[in-house]
Structure formats: structure tokens, C-alpha cells
Nanobody, 124 residues
Framework: QVQLVESGGGLVQAGGSLRLSCAASGRTFRRYATGWFRQAPGKEREFVSAISGIGTDTAYADSVKGRFTISEDNVKNTVYLQMNSLNPEDTSIYYC?????????????????WGQGTQVTVSS
């Protein structure tokens, strides 16, 4: 079993930056792929970014490409999402998730473990 805890959300002005963290505990000796998803009120959960279990492969949604960067710290069992040039359309609850495979997926249904989410609000 894996437990995931997100942190780093908050309120920021348009053009600002935030760094989200996803701390994993439990069976973290396995190298699971990690994904970031977000869900705004009244909208479906959407893929944001993902990293493979060994950190060699990454993926980004077109809407965040060039602005967001995913990375990992294996010593701390933590995956980060650096978000720059934020705009109001990025306002959402951001969730991290892990799947019991090295390869990432852009489909939320492929992930077995989820955090509780962290709110990101970008004001104009």
C-alpha cells in the first residue's frame, strides 16, 4: 500500500509560480510511475504531467508544456511539479497518483493510489 500526500498549493497571482510536492510513504521501495492530474469545479479530471518510475521519461499536457516541470527526489520519495507562468485557467485541485508500473500513463484510471489533493488558485 502506498500513501501519497500533496502540498504546496495556494493562492498566487497570474504570472506567478508554485511548486507542488507529492510525498510517498508505504511500499516506496517499488519504483512506481507518478502522475499529476487536476480537476476544476464542474469539469472532469484531466492529465497534467507524469514521470516514469525510474525518472527517465516525462510527459506533459499541451496546456502546461513549457511552463510546468516534473521532477523527483528518490531519497525523499517525493515528486515535484514546478509550475511557472500560472494563469487563471490553471486554477484547480491538483492530485498526484501512482501506478504499480514503471511506465507512466495519461489515463487517470490506470493509477491505483491517489493523494487527497491540493488547491491551486490563480487570480487575474
Amino acid at each position: 500500500q502506498v500513501q501519497l500526500v500533496e502540498s504546496g498549493g495556494g493562492l498566487v497571482q497570474a504570472g506567478g509560480s508554485l511548486r507542488l510536492s507529492c510525498a510517498a510513504s508505504g511500499r516506496t521501495f517499488r519504483r512506481y510511475a507518478t502522475g499529476w492530474f487536476r480537476q476544476a469545479p464542474g469539469k472532469e479530471r484531466e492529465f497534467v504531467s507524469a514521470i516514469s518510475g525510474i525518472g527517465t521519461d516525462t510527459a506533459y499536457a499541451d496546456s502546461v508544456k513549457g511552463r510546468f516541470t516534473i521532477s523527483e527526489d528518490n531519497v525523499k520519495n517525493t515528486v515535484y511539479l514546478q509550475m511557472n507562468s500560472l494563469n487563471p485557467e490553471d486554477t484547480s485541485i491538483y492530485y498526484c497518483a501512482q501506478k504499480e508500473r514503471d511506465s507512466y500513463s495519461v489515463n487517470s484510471g490506470d493509477y491505483e493510489y491517489w493523494g487527497q489533493g491540493t488547491q491551486v488558485t490563480v487570480s487575474s
